[in-house]
């Protein structure tokens, strides 16, 4: 049996947009269901891509090549490794979760809403899964569209326009310089083989003069640094985060985030390895900047949301220090972090959005005690939290440490400095967990919140499991990535970079 | 002295004499038929549009020239032949309604139409100097007519009266122009033109000031900058059926003679003016978005983009490469799509009188009129340049011609353009979706004409841009004709 797998991944979620078209607005329940039915089909169309998965190769899998438009050398080229794999996964299984987390939380426009979820579970999972620059490019924009509509009509009402535009406006700035790298790769993949190509693993190949990949890197990296989001390019980050709805938010950080990561390891490094070597320290340095800086400003939020979106510039910061080092350990602690930062990020929008709905306020200082009233609301919170910060036995741990044991090898200083983000996460999330949910209850309006409902607990507990899972055996997970990590790497020593001042790059004389 | 009789294949023109009987069997019908009988009159001229769109196609792969060597017979005037009349066919369907309301529904108004896509044939397709003079002087002699239509408006009285006299203007310049360039090389044929270029008149000063002056003529057709002062007004003033007409066909048909100008004729001296347009481009685009973020009218706001949008051609004809004309024509495709797409909402919205042409009127659109504003979101975003519209795909061209020519910062200065324009174009979306509606708009009506206007629009714009496969190769073969490229 050889079905197209990926391209059903892709374009499924798009054929429950056409049926939600056809259904009435007025049935609301109809349309929730109809979601939830293709989000939860779409997540079990998405097991076999896992089972089948053949962990020994570093080679691309499940490939489906069709010629699109041949005279300009473009294809509908996909395929997935062992880093694509798992954040395809991650994506097929949040999407029913936030499915079930909107349930009470959108009451107007339903249609709309569950239109923009599905297409962008479709732009994301294409992202994912190209391997062409043009389609990726293409799926790279799509799927700006729903999450600024996400952003744009459901988010909180004050600032939720200027969140959506700064959002749009942000991301679009660096795609399109990266835009133009792409085409400026093309031609010269062009001029040097004589083949107009977009094809990913064919232009992998190519020899690129350290002058252009330089520029190139730059341009690249630009897109990809928005997206992380990496200091100092992530103010649009608490804002987009705070004014999305729950849902919204939940997606941003789980998947969307993880797209500017994953450009990095997918496009940059591989196409332009001695520019990323070259650019290793500013890199390193940022990402410690965004860590520590990420940390501080958490502490000083007075709003949840806010918070835990400043707390993702700081995990972001590990992500791309792990991947900076272009070691085993580093690269696969960076990977493991990506899917870490989904599931507990997500889970703290959750919660928050969990509190949210009852309050209708985000404010810590409306809080406190809440552990009274919402014994299993604390509970789960409590691990969440816990996994946040990185504490044993949960997945944050797993990806922190091994990214911690990757700088540490590439230089001390990195890792002595990022592993204070680990103690300031603990400073700001316990503190944070202390105001909120400990001592007596001192707002009367908190003393009668009702505790989870069961649709709650049952969208939070899969959530749990695999923090707990990837805290306690991360390697069914690990296992997946080896190959593929492996094969960057050595990638990555193969191409080291020369000694050239910068001066001269810019100059443009080096020979 | 013997007077020869050149041979003539009537065929080779066939789709203008088609709209020329056509037209004038319109004005005659006019005078026959009774008032109140005339409703069939555009029904009619879209037949007639049907037919030499027909013909055009029968025509396509033939080459060569005929009447003299005064009508190239090419692939690349078919191209535009079908893009003049696809518009002028929108343009139609849209205006219907329209004047209806104003009680404007006039046999002359699709007359006129009809007469200004002759005029803008012969443009595409001239092999003389004067005859491209004469098309253009047939279609802006319609226009500076269809402009003044609304005769009791004040504003439409100024759209036409500025157009008739920057237009003239403009025409002076254009002749001064050509007359340079027939004292520099002896002859108007554009090919003779062409080989006493590369016979080496290049560097003579009246052929440099003759090509100057045709870039400031056709500049003034293009609203390129600085010749585009009189778009806003003009294109705020006229009716808005006519706004969009002139807004992709007339630009359309002045590309059409400066590419194939500059193209045939020019390649050789291609440094001197290269970089001219070069900085007409970056001027035109960065201009045309920066002023289009003010506006709050909409029919300027779409002015101005669209002398950003005249800005971004500019960059193709710079690259002044295969892949250039490839985009252009893609691109002009592309272009008249979303326009006019954008241009019936515009009417749809606006209704009589123009009351609802502030942006604002837009406001919570969105869930009132949900398919209307799909439609209008696939412009807005086909227009901004986001995948995967036929917008994306005509930026993608036009900026990888440009990337080829190795111009890699004007690639760069496009898409920040591109950049600037998505904040104006999404505002539209902000203000459909994310805004309540501040009045009430009453009922929209939808009549059959501009509906399948919308349709046919909205279709064409994702489907070029899904599949820009089977226009890239039909472009490819109609550009083929410059050899020098």
């Known amino acids: ?511 | 002295m013997t007077i020869s009789i050149p041979s003539i294949t009537l065929s080779n023109i066939g789709p203008l004499l088609t709209l020329t009987v056509a037209g004038l069997l319109l004005l005659l019908m006019d005078a026959l038929t009774p008032k109140g009988k005339k409703g069939y009159f555009p029904y009619l001229s879209l037949i007639a549009l049907v037919i030499a769109a027909v013909q055009t196609t029968m025509l396509w792969n033939r080459s060569g020239t005929d009447f003299a060597r005064m009508i190239y017979v090419d692939n690349f005037a078919f191209f535009f032949y079908l893009i003049f009349l696809l518009a002028t066919g929108l343009t139609i369907l849209i205006s219907i309604k329209y004047l209806e309301d104003y009680h404007r529904n006039l046999e002359e108004y699709y007359t006129l139409l009809i007469f200004a896509t002759i005029g803008m044939m012969l443009m595409a397709a001239g092999g003389h100097l004067i005859l491209i003079f004469l098309g253009l002087e047939i279609l802006s002699i319609a226009i500076y007519i269809l402009a003044g239509l609304f005769r009791e408006d004040v504003k439409s009285n100024e759209a036409a009266l500025k157009y008739l006299i920057l237009g003239a203007f403009s025409s002076a310049f254009l002749l001064f122009g050509m007359a340079m360039l027939y004292g520099a090389t002896g002859s108007l044929f554009l090919d003779d033109l062409a080989q006493a270029i590369k016979a080496g008149v290049g560097t003579n000063p009246l052929l440099l000031f003759g090509m100057g002056l045709l870039i400031v003529g056709f500049g003034f057709k293009v609203s390129s900058v600085p010749f585009h002062m009189w778009t806003p007004d003009v294109y705020e003033g006229a009716p808005t059926s006519v706004t969009a007409f002139m807004s992709v066909g007339t630009k359309a048909a002045a590309f059409a003679a400066l590419v194939r100008i500059f193209f045939l004729v020019f390649p050789e001296i291609k440094m001197e003016w290269n970089m001219l347009l070069w900085g007409l481009a970056v001027a035109t685009m960065t201009l045309g978005n920066v002023v289009a973020i003010a506006q709050t009218n909409i029919k300027r706001m779409l002015a101005y983009s669209s002398i950003a949008h005249a800005g971004y051609l500019l960059v193709a004809l710079v690259a002044a490469n295969q892949l250039g004309a490839i985009s252009f024509l893609y691109y002009l495709v592309a272009y008249t799509l979303m326009n006019l797409g954008a241009f019936a909402i515009v009417i749809l919205v606006a209704r009589k009188k123009d009351d609802y042409i502030n942006i604002y009127d837009y406001c919570g659109l969105g869930f009132q009129y949900p398919a209307l504003a799909a439609a209008m979101s696939v412009f807005m975003f086909a227009l901004a340049g986001i995948p995967p519209t036929a917008g994306f795909v005509g930026k993608f061209y036009v900026f990888s011609a440009a990337v080829e020519a190795g111009y890699i910062w004007l690639a760069i200065i496009g898409v920040m353009n591109s950049l600037i324009s998505v904040f104006y174009y999404l505002r539209i979306t902000v203000l459909m979706y994310m805004r309540p509606a501040e009045a009430d708009l009453g009922p929209v009506t939808m009549t059959p004409a501009i509906s399948s206007a919308v349709l046919v629009t909205a279709a064409g714009v994702l489907a070029i841009g899904v599949f820009p496969g089977p226009l890239y190769e039909l472009a490819l073969n109609s550009v083929k004709i410059f050899v020098g490229l």
């Not at chain 1, 297409?119 to 043009?134: H, K, N, R, S």
């Not at chain 1, 070691?327 to 929008?349: D, K, P």
């Not at chain 1, 959530?463 to 960057?488: E, H, M, Q, R």
């Open chain 1, 1 to 511: 049996m050889n079905l197209p797998i990926l391209s059903i991944l892709i374009f499924f979620p798009m054929l429950g947009v056409v049926l939600i078209t056809m259904l009435s607005r007025e049935n609301q329940w109809v349309i929730k269901w109809t979601t939830l039915v293709v989000a939860v089909l779409e997540f079990i169309f998405s097991l076999p891509i896992w089972f089948r998965f053949n962990s020994d190769t570093a080679a691309m899998q499940f490939v489906e090549r069709l010629n699109w438009f041949p005279s300009y050398g473009i294809s509908y080229h996909i395929g997935i490794d062992g880093i694509s794999l798992l954040l395809v996964l991650l994506t097929t299984f949040l999407t029913p979760i936030c499915v079930m987390a909107c349930w009470k939380d959108i009451q107007d426009k339903v249609k709309e809403f569950m239109i923009c979820l599905l297409f962008l579970e479709t732009g994301m999972i294409g992202v994912f899964c190209a391997l062409d620059l043009f389609l990726f490019y293409i799926f790279w924009e799509v799927m700006l569209i729903p999450m600024y509509l996400l952003i744009g009509v459901w988010g909180a009402p004050a600032r939720r326009i200027y969140a959506a535009v700064k959002f749009f406006l942000f991301t679009m700035f660096g795609s399109l310089l990266m835009l133009v790298a792409i085409l400026v790769l093309y031609f010269y993949h062009h001029k040097v083989t004589g083949v107009y190509t977009f094809d990913l693993l064919k232009i992998y190949g190519l020899q690129i003069p350290f002058q252009m990949q330089f520029w190139m890197f730059l341009a690249f990296a630009l897109a990809f640094a928005i997206k992380v989001p990496m200091f100092p390019f992530h103010t649009w980050l608490p804002d987009a985060h705070t004014e999305a709805p729950t849902v919204g938010s939940v997606m941003l950080a789980a998947v969307l985030l993880k797209m500017g990561t994953y450009g990095f390891i997918r496009f940059n490094m591989p196409l332009f390895p001695e520019a990323a070597w070259y650019f290793v320290p500013l890199f390193s340095v940022l990402a410690i900047i965004g860590i520590i800086y990420g940390a501080l400003v958490c502490m000083m939020q007075l709003d949840l949301k806010r918070l835990i979106a400043f707390s993702s510039v700081s995990h972001l910061g590990f992500v791309m220090l792990g991947l900076f080092t272009y070691n085993m350990a580093g690269v696969q602690g960076g990977i493991i972090q990506m899917i870490n930062h989904g599931l507990s990020t997500g889970a703290l929008f959750l919660i928050v959005g969990i509190i949210y709905e009852r309050r209708h306020t985000r404010l810590i200082a409306e809080f406190g005690g809440l552990s009274t009233p919402m014994p299993i609301y604390a509970a789960i919170f409590m691990v969440v939290a816990l996994s946040s910060i990185g504490l044993p036995g949960l997945n944050g741990f797993v990806g922190e440490f091994l990214i911690l044991l990757g700088a540490f090898k590439v230089n001390k200083i990195y890792a002595i400095l990022a592993a204070s983000g680990v103690i300031f996460a603990a400073c700001y999330m316990l503190w944070m967990f202390q105001r909120v949910m400990f001592g007596v209850v001192t707002n009367e309006k908190n003393r009668n919140l009702p505790d989870l409902s069961m649709r709650e607990i049952a969208y939070l507990a899969p959530l749990i499991l695999f923090i707990v899972w990837i805290g306690v055996y991360p390697n069914t997970f690990l296992d997946k990535t080896k190959a593929s990590t492996a094969n960057f790497v050595a990638q990555m020593e193969r191409a080291k970079a020369p000694k050239v001042a910068l001066v001269d790059v810019i100059k443009g004389d080096i020979r």
